[in-house]
């Protein structure tokens, strides 16, 4: 496929509510989106860096530069999607750059052969569970209100975000509240140290699905130890950023679960790689989120329907937290969202959706 060049187009996505998490607080989605041109075809896909590098050392101005200065002159003059991550392999790091231009080329390259994202990967559903992730809150009443919403909207799992000083109380009224068969999960985003091993121990009495990377994204060794000394299964996010260091999380004993997500691991091939490892160990995955548009979430939604997605991932519909999306809203139906068919994402942002949420694009010539 010949690429003759790529827009950088920068939006700015206003949240429904406030999503606070252990290292932060967003209130605008501000997104770095890509297009590539071919002689027969276009596709688009959605960087998931945010603005601050506080998730991850990636942040959407590095993105956007990394993609001008190294990513785009390192494509060869032919490439197709396999091309693309082996172009970039001397360039270290930067990975949710590299996802967005790998996953934009295949857009493209699917949208001209007629193949789904889905098929394309390999699901073997056409729908696929969901689950929320909920912010950390100023009261527990205020956090029963939001769980009792999305309850009745339908969605199968829960998720709590935590940090020191809200773990406990929150999952205890949450269970109380609700009952033991709600599915309940926590997040602590890198929050904890091992030192706190005893104090989340009393996390095991609730019956969670799992707790998702309660320690420093570069401490497996502290894991696997945190990982013998609580029940509640260990989950990796941040720490994961390559099938190399699934490899590594699982022999060691670091996590019995693994939390994917595409850009976080360079993109949907890595992704699926990871699956299939993962799958090959018996270690459940599910497919997290990043506050995608629907762009990014009409990928994750094909990703998550592969086999080895056990558990309900963070794909939730798109008023969770966008008044209006750029492609038409995903609804959840009974708990779950469709798959979509379509060639490629199977979704086109809406034109003047687009235009009235753009705050600058920038055409590069290849
Ligand atoms: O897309 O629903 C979503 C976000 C889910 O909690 C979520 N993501 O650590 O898993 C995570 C966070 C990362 C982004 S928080 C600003
Ligand atoms: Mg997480």
């Known amino acids: 496929m010949k690429i003759t060049g790529v827009e950088l187009r920068r939006i700015a996505m206003p949240l429904v509510s406030p999503f606070r998490t ?18 027969d075809s276009e596709g688009w896909a959605e960087c998931v860096a945010m603005s601050e590098p506080r998730y991850s050392p990636e942040y959407v101005d590095g993105a956007a530069a990394a993609i001008r200065r190294f990513l785009l002159p390192a494509l060869p003059a032919h490439v197709d999607a396999y091309g693309v991550g082996h172009a970039l392999e001397p360039i270290k790091g930067h990975r949710m750059a590299k996802a967005a231009l790998e996953t934009a080329v295949l857009d493209a390259q699917l949208r001209a052969s007629g193949e789904s994202f889905g098929r394309f990967l390999g699901a073997t559903r056409d729908r696929v569970p969901c689950g929320v992730s909920v912010g950390i809150m100023d009261s527990v009443p205020a956090l029963l209100d939001a769980v009792a919403g999305y309850l009745d909207e339908g969605y199968v799992r829960i998720k709590l975000k935590i940090e020191p000083g809200w773990d406990v109380a929150p999952v205890r009224a949450v269970r109380e509240r609700f009952g033991d068969d709600v599915l309940l999960q926590v997040d602590a985003n890198a929050a904890y140290t091992l030192n706190d091993a005893r104090h989340l121990a009393r996390l095991d009495d609730f019956g969670l699905l799992l707790i998702e990377q309660p320690l420093a994204d570069d401490d497996l060794v502290q894991h696997a130890a945190l990982a013998r000394m609580i029940r509640t299964p260990v989950c990796l996010d941040e720490s994961i950023e390559s099938a190399a260091h699934a490899a590594a999380a699982i022999s060691l004993g670091a996590c019995s679960i693994v939390n994917i997500k595409p850009g976080r691991v360079g993109g949907y091939l890595e992704a699926r790689r990871i699956h299939d490892l993962c799958r090959a160990h018996g270690v459940a995955v599910w497919c997290g989120g990043m506050l995608e548009t629907g762009l990014g979430r009409a990928a994750n939604v094909a990703l998550a329907a592969l086999p080895g997605f056990t558990l309900p991932g963070d794909t939730s519909g798109s008023r969770r937290y966008f008044a209006t999306d750029v492609t038409a809203p995903f609804e959840l139906k009974d708990g779950h969202l469709d798959v979509p068919t379509g060639p490629g994402l199977g979704v086109e942002p809406v034109p003047e959706i687009l235009a009235e949420v753009t705050t600058s694009t920038e055409w590069i010539n290849l």
């Not at 607080?25 to 041109?37: A, F, G, N, S």
């Open 22 to 39: 252990s290292f932060g607080t967003e209130t605008t989605r501000d997104v770095l989106l890509l297009r590539v041109v071919t002689p």
